[in-house]
């Protein structure tokens, strides 16, 4: 899997998010710190549905 780290990302190294891999009908997501532990899987539509609603609440916020 490619996994991916937010521009967002902090820490010395960057380390201090969650990944992401797409995959071919989900979005895998991962803990950063700690890559070889459990693995969330979820569909690629929810995953974007969740994104576009995090994205809504920030902008309502600034």
Request: net charge positive; hydrophobic share 40%; aromatic share 6%.
């Amino acid at each position: 899997m490619n996994w991916r780290k937010s521009s967002y990302s902090g820490g010395g190294e960057g380390n201090t998010c969650v990944e992401i891999a797409s995959l071919p009908a989900h979005v895998a997501i991962r803990d950063s710190k700690a890559p070889a532990r459990a693995v969330l899987s979820v569909p690629a539509a929810s995953f974007a549905a969740f994104i576009e609603s995090v994205k809504r609440g920030s902008q309502s916020a600034e």
